[in-house]
């Protein structure tokens, strides 16, 4: 039987076969196909199933191909990848200027992976009723920032009902990731485009304890005007895995529009003279905060380099 799986706990999944949710298990055979992974079925796969003796649980026997898949590398020293999604169509980054503060560099660091899996993605600005005494302005400036890349930005707030309109146009009938730190309103803000989903949400306190580790899973979730989500506590971004230092510039969409007119063609765009990318930024073409991340995700590369061939 086919189904879709819409919940994973680790090594148990909740498979959605017609109206039918059926708690599977994956078979050991497939474990060990994929051995990079901690994970080998993601929330969104479309997997095969079989019932076992007891007609109410299941046992997963092979995965459909995957349109995409995004991975978040593990924390741990395994060096295995965690596979968070599969096939989404688009993923939502929801970030806040204050109440959290979402870094620039966390944000672009988020764009890059996106790029780098071709699945397209939009900044929500959360809370955009709490943004005053001038922060509208850094409001308006940092979505001009990406709008003027290309990426789609949207400012919404759960409790004027700022936005949420545009934000159901945008999910409806598609795949969505909901991406973003924990206390950035990600639950409130499911609950108020589809308010029958009741999520839980955090009191504001929570999101003080910088170090509080829960762990959690992704979850699919259907909206009832038409698509789904798939919200990811505890995930606070996903991983630039196995990025060359050229993939890096590649996927800074406004730096890779002048790449070709660099004086040198394996350029670093660091130190280089006749560098068009350094051009650009002195020029104000590129915002500096975007260099600046460039550079930051260039040196964590260039480290982690060292530490493979040491
Ligand atoms: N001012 C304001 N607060 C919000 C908004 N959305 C959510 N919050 C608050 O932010 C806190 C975290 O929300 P939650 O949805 O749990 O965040 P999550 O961790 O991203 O799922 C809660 O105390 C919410 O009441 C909003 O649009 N405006
Ligand atoms: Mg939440
Ligand atoms: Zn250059």
Redesign the pocket.
């Known amino acids: 039987m086919e189904g879709l799986v819409i919940k994973s706990t680790g090594s148990n999944y909740i498979v959605l076969s017609g109206e039918q949710r059926i708690d599977c298990k994956v078979r050991g055979k497939l474990r060990l196909d994929m051995l990079r992974t901690t994970n080998p079925v993601a929330v969104g796969d479309i997997v095969e199933f079989e019932f076992q003796q007891d007609n109410k649980t299941g046992v997963i026997t092979e995965i459909k191909k995957r349109k995409n898949y995004i991975v978040r590398k593990s924390v741990n020293l395994s060096k295995e990848n965690h596979i968070i999604a599969a096939n989404v169509d688009q993923c939502l980054l929801?970030l806040t200027l204050i109440m959290p503060e979402t870094p620039l560099e966390f944000v672009d660091r988020f764009l890059v992976s996106a790029e780098a899996y071709k699945v397209p993605a939009v900044l929500v600005f959360?809370?955009a009723?709490?943004y005053e005494g001038g922060l509208e302005d850094v409001l308006k400036e940092t979505m001009e920032i990406y709008e003027k890349i290309g990426y789609k930005t949207l400012a919404v707030?759960?409790?004027t009902g700022q936005g949420i309109e545009d934000l159901k146009a945008l999910l409806k009938d598609k795949t969505t990731m909901l991406s973003?730190n924990?206390?950035?309103?990600?639950?409130?803000?499911i609950n108020t485009v589809n308010p029958g989903l009741n999520l839980k949400?955090?009191?504001?306190s929570q999101?003080s304890f910088a170090g509080k580790h829960t762990t959690t899973f992704a979850e699919m979730f259907d909206l009832d005007f038409g698509g789904k989500i798939i919200d990811t506590?505890g995930i606070k971004g996903f991983g630039l895995t196995g990025m060359s230092e050229e993939d890096i510039a590649h996927n800074f969409p406004e730096m890779f529009k002048c790449l070709s007119r660099c004086k040198f063609y394996n350029c670093t765009h660091t130190h280089e003279p006749g560098c068009a990318v350094k051009e650009a930024v002195d020029e104000g073409l590129i915002s500096p905060s975007r260099y600046h991340s460039y550079l930051s995700i260039l040196t964590d590369s260039n480290s982690k380099y060292r530490e493979k061939s040491r």
Not at 182 to 189: H, I, P
Not at 201 to 204: G, L, N, R
Request: net charge neutral; aromatic share 4%.
């Open positions: 929801v959360n809370k009723d709490i707030s759960s409790i973003g924990s206390g950035t309103g990600k639950s409130t803000l949400t955090a009191e504001i999101y506590p």
